[in-house]
């Protein structure tokens, strides 16, 4: 499997030196963002933060993250230097990880979160820009694919890596290391020449910000936007607490190899993704973006019902593998769906925030919902609620998404 | 440097004596100035606080402590201390178990379960003793886990009580 990209294979061209770089780029930004996910609060909770504090600063990390996501999809799309935007936001993440590590206190811990919301809602729309600019619309799909994979390797890599160094090293060190990884990110995005990377078409909406609130009212009226970025959103509300929330009944239920099971948990899925991430591109180049899309959307209700019935840890660990599916359906179209919907304009990027912002909403909403149905009626109807809510994206993908491929 | 506190609290508990009193206070002939107001009974005044030296290393704070499990792999986070009536305390909230921050949960322990020793704490039981055992919750009535009623006696791995191998 993954040998698979070899010289022939119809339209997309060998990687290059450029391809490579980008591939290198996806792996390592992949390794920097795993250290601030929900690590930060054990991190904070080691340095006597109480809990108040810490939810405080995460609930403000995520508000910024929130209200930047389509802001920040309008700069990419204004600039023309989407090297340069992606460049400024590792670096601002290697700030964000050097505050975190060396300064453990509530301004700066709160400065890092912002830098560290603002600066993803720019990486991530800067390297789908970049994957556009540098493949071009008829070889996307296949480049999101092969996006994904390393992105997925980077962070299976990575959590048990940070995991490893959070163990024996102490909290901190997976800060120092979460902003050494910043610079192989960013000699891989040097690799990059920007003579590989065609100019996205000069269209409406460039430039002012005027222009891009222009932008936006347009694209909320592009039929499927709306359906897609709700779908998102759903898809997220379903998502987001379902690891968390199978984690915890791990530390529950399982005795001694518990954190080996949560460790799998993460890696598992990381490996299914980095296995068929490339397959569900092609999928959608070949098949369609609705028939790759409900592939991806049908294995989250089922991971739902499934955790619902499942306890012994094995079970667990291969249920929590269909993750990848799902993600890779998700990872793969978001983008290629985003660069079909604003095909032959210049709002791709605005069209990714939006999604992000979505995503956002969902995700911040799927804890809080989870958490109280898992407190009143226990997880296992948590998860039968989550999976509920998980029907839905796939019901709305099939009955209101245009497909968008041409 | 005591002086304005008591006059102000009186003035708002008992207005009237308290102003006779203020303007009584107020106009001291100059000479009495240096004089300790009114305190009773005890005719020396307790003296500045003491200054207790604590060697470097021989006292540590608790809250956001590494506890480790009986294999010396760290399981938790000290996050909070429950004390009873008389201030001594009875039961530690961890934050316990999980990878990178996920499937962390809260549960509280018995004090005793806890060994304490230069740089480390230990919790004296294992994540396979502490299997379903249920959350800690702030409100709810608290259930502290603590040694099984079976083993009394210190059970066999505990043989070496200072020997704590600290990386």
Redesign the interface.
């Known amino acids: 499997m993954p040998g698979t990209t070899l010289p022939g294979r119809g339209g997309a061209a060998p990687p290059g030196r450029s391809g490579r770089g980008l591939d290198w780029l996806n792996f390592f930004v992949a390794n920097v963002q795993?250290g601030f996910?929900?690590?930060?609060?054990?991190y904070l909770?080691?340095?006597?933060?109480?809990?108040l504090e810490i939810g405080f600063v995460l609930s403000v990390g995520t508000a910024v993250a929130m209200a930047a996501q389509v802001p920040a999809g309008a700069l990419v799309d204004a600039t023309p230097r989407k090297r340069a935007a992606a460049a400024l936001a590792i670096a601002a993440i290697v700030a964000a990880a050097l505050l975190l590590a060396a300064l453990p206190d509530t301004l700066p811990v709160l400065l890092s979160e912002v830098l560290h919301g603002i600066a993803s809602c720019v990486l991530g729309p800067a390297i789908a820009a970049i994957s556009l600019a540098l493949v071009g619309h008829d070889a996307l799909g296949e480049r999101l694919g092969r996006n994904a994979r390393f992105a997925a390797i980077g962070s299976g890599i990575a959590?048990g890596l940070?995991?490893a160094a959070?163990?024996?090293l102490g909290g901190s060190s997976v800060f120092w290391l979460t902003a050494a990884l910043c610079l192989p990110s960013l000699a891989a995005l040097a690799a990059i020449r920007p003579s590989d990377l065609r100019p996205a078409p000069v269209g409406p909406g460039a430039g002012a910000s005027g222009g891009a609130l222009r932008g936006l009212g347009a694209l909320l009226r592009t039929p499927g936007v709306l359906v897609f970025a709700c779908c998102c959103g759903l898809f997220t509300l379903s998502n987001a607490a379902m690891?968390?929330l199978?984690?915890?009944?791990?530390?529950?239920?399982?005795?001694?190899e518990?954190?080996l099971v949560?460790?799998a948990?993460?890696v598992a899925p990381q490996l299914v993704l980095a296995a068929i991430a490339p397959a569900i591109g092609r999928l959608a180049e070949r098949r369609g973006r609705r028939a790759a899309l409900l592939l991806g959307f049908l294995a989250l209700p089922l991971r739902g019902l499934l955790l619902a019935l499942v306890e012994d840890p094995l079970w667990l660990i291969l249920v929590q593998a269909l993750d990848g599916v799902s993600a890779a359906g998700l990872g793969v179209l978001l983008p290629l769906l985003a660069a079909d919907l604003t095909r032959g304009g210049n709002r791709f990027n605005l069209c990714m925030g939006l999604f992000g912002l979505a995503i956002g909403v969902g995700g911040t909403l799927s804890t809080l919902i989870a958490g109280a149905a898992a407190?009143w009626f226990g997880p296992g109807t948590a998860f039968a609620l989550l999976a509920a809510i998980g029907l839905l994206p796939p019901l709305l993908a099939w009955t209101a998404l245009p497909e968008t491929r041409r | 440097m005591a002086r304005p506190r008591p006059s102000t609290i009186a003035f708002r508990t008992a207005a009237l004596p308290a102003l006779l009193m203020l303007a009584a206070a107020d106009a001291p002939p100059p000479t009495a100035a240096p004089s300790i107001p009114a305190a009773p009974a005890p005719a020396a005044a307790p003296g500045p606080a003491a200054r207790e030296m604590l060697e470097s290393g021989t006292a540590q704070r608790l809250i956001g402590r590494d506890v480790a499990g009986p294999g010396g792999d760290t399981v938790g986070r000290i996050v909070d201390v429950l004390l009873g009536d008389d201030g001594q305390p009875r039961a530690a909230v961890l934050d316990y178990g999980g990878f990178l921050g996920v499937g962390r949960r809260r549960v509280a322990v018995a004090w005793r379960t806890l060994r304490f020793s230069a740089g480390a704490v230990r919790l004296e039981l294992s994540r396979d003793q502490m299997r379903a055992f249920p959350d800690y919750r702030e409100g709810e009535p608290v259930v502290a886990a603590a040694p099984p009623a079976t083993a009394d006696a210190a059970p066999a791995e505990t043989s070496a009580p200072d020997s704590p191998p600290r990386d």
């Not at chain 1, 996910?37 to 054990?42: D, I, K, L, T």
């Not at chain 1, 909770?45 to 809990?51: F, G, L, M, Q, V």
């Open positions: 795993t996910g929900p690590f930060v609060a054990v909770t080691s340095r006597a933060w109480t809990e959590a940070l995991g959070g163990t024996w690891l968390p199978a984690g915890t009944q791990v530390t529950r239920n399982a005795g001694d518990a954190n949560i460790a948990c993460i407190q």
